[in-house]
């Protein structure tokens, strides 16, 4: 299993032990991770609980967790959360950036 499966899988345990969500389940449509969550907590608290334990979960990595709401669907909430990762520059703008690819060893 690679890591990013690992962390979506994880998220979800995680939340279910604090006790923010009592079901949830990943679907993916057009190539989007789309999670259905059942939980007390109204669209904005929980999407910032997602994020939050998104963040713990990536603390000292480069990834970086987004979680965006899309719509309630009878009891469930539908978010897009994914964990990004940045992509490295290949190539010099011209402006000298601190991750400028000429600075590279």
Not at 2 to 18: A, F, M, S, T, V
Not at 44 to 62: D, F, H, N, S, Y
Request: charged letters at 25%; proline letters at 6%; a neutral charge.
């Amino acid at each position: 299993m690679r890591l990013l499966d690992q962390w979506y899988h994880q998220l979800i345990i995680h939340l279910r032990e604090e006790g923010v969500i009592t079901e949830a389940a990943w679907r993916e449509y057009a190539g989007q991770r789309f999670l259905y969550v059942n939980s007390p907590l109204p669209p904005p608290e929980l999407g910032i609980c997602l994020t939050e334990a998104g963040e713990r979960m990536t603390q000292g990595t480069v990834a970086r967790p987004e979680c965006i709401f899309v719509r309630s669907s009878g009891t469930d909430q539908v978010y897009r959360f994914r964990f990004r990762i940045p992509e490295d520059k290949k190539f010099c703008c011209g402006n000298l950036c601190e991750d400028c690819f000429l600075f590279r060893s």
